[in-house]
C-alpha cells in the first residue's frame, strides 16, 4: 500500500498567518492527491482535489500544489474558523490511504 | 443537495456481527462509487474499502485487516448501500463514514455524519 506522511503532526499559529502543511507518498502518485478538513466531532470535508483544484464552495485563501510525491496545503491568511485537523490522501491506487493528519492549533 | 446518511451502529460482543446502511440522495447514485471510512476516536482517518457502480461490475475492494471479514454491498433501487461486518473485533471500534467517490482523482466529494461502531465484552 502506499504510505501517505504528513509534516508536521501539529502547528500552533495566528489569526492571519500564512501556513503550509506537507504531505509526501511512499511512491509517485502524479496528481492524485486530495486534502480534507475536519472538525471536531464532524465528517470531514473536501478542500482540494488533484493536488491544486479548489472544492467548489472552498475559500480561495486555500491552495494546494505538488505533484510525483511531494505535496503542500497552504492557507494564506488563518481564519478562526480554519483551525481543525487537515488530513491528506491519495486516490492513485486502489487501496486508498490517508495520512495521520496534522492538528492546526491556535497559537 | 448531496445527502448520506449512515444508520446502524451499535454496542457488540467481539466476533459479533453488524450491517451498517448509507443512505443517499441528491445525486445519480446508480453511477457513482461508494466508499466506507472509518476513524478510532482520537485517531486518524482510515479507508476501508469501496463499491463501483454497476458500469463497472460492482467492483469492491478492501483494506487488508478488513478483508475477508467485511463486505460492502449495494441497492440502486434503494439509493443505499452496505457495510456487513463479520467477526468484529475490538480494534473495529470507530465512527464508520460513508462516502461519495469523485470522478477522476480517487477523491470522497461528500460525506455521511458517520454512525458510532463500538466492540466490546
Known amino acids: 500500500d502506499i504510505q501517505m506522511t504528513q509534516s508536521p503532526s501539529s502547528l500552533s499559529a495566528s489569526v492571519g498567518d500564512r501556513v503550509t502543511f506537507t504531505c509526501r507518498a511512499s511512491?509517485?502518485?502524479?496528481?492524485?492527491l486530495n486534502w480534507y478538513q475536519q472538525k471536531p466531532g464532524r465528517a470531514p470535508k473536501l478542500l482540494i482535489y488533484?493536488?491544486?483544484n479548489l472544492q467548489s464552495g472552498v475559500p480561495s485563501r486555500f491552495s494546494g500544489s505538488g505533484s510525483g510525491t511531494d505535496f503542500t496545503l497552504t492557507i494564506s491568511s488563518l481564519q478562526p474558523e480554519d483551525f481543525a485537523t487537515y488530513y491528506c490522501?491519495?486516490?492513485?491506487?486502489?487501496?486508498?490511504?490517508f495520512g495521520q493528519g496534522t492538528k492546526l492549533e491556535i497559537k | 443537495e448531496v445527502q448520506l446518511v449512515e444508520s446502524g451502529g451499535d454496542l457488540v460482543q467481539p466476533g459479533e456481527s453488524l450491517k451498517l446502511s448509507c443512505a443517499a440522495s441528491?445525486?445519480?447514485?446508480?453511477?457513482?462509487?461508494i466508499h466506507w471510512v472509518r476513524q478510532a476516536s482520537g485517531k486518524g482517518l482510515e479507508w476501508v474499502g469501496r463499491?463501483?457502480?454497476?458500469?463497472?461490475?460492482?467492483?469492491?475492494a478492501y483494506t487488508a485487516s478488513v478483508n475477508g471479514r467485511f463486505t460492502i454491498s449495494r441497492d440502486d433501487s434503494q439509493n443505499t448501500a452496505y457495510l456487513q461486518m463479520n467477526y468484529l473485533k475490538a480494534e473495529d471500534t470507530a465512527v464508520y463514514y460513508c462516502?461519495?467517490?469523485?470522478?477522476?482523482?480517487?477523491?470522497?466529494?461528500?460525506w455521511g455524519q458517520g454512525t458510532l461502531v463500538t466492540v466490546s465484552s
Open positions: 441528491g445525486f445519480t447514485f446508480s453511477d457513482s462509487s
Open positions: 488533484a493536488a491544486s
Open positions: 511512491q509517485t502518485i502524479g496528481i492524485y
Open positions: 463499491i463501483r457502480s454497476k458500469a463497472n461490475n460492482y467492483a469492491t
Open positions: 490522501q491519495q486516490g492513485n491506487s486502489i487501496i486508498r490511504t
Open positions: 462516502a461519495r467517490g469523485g470522478n477522476n482523482y480517487g477523491h470522497f466529494a461528500s
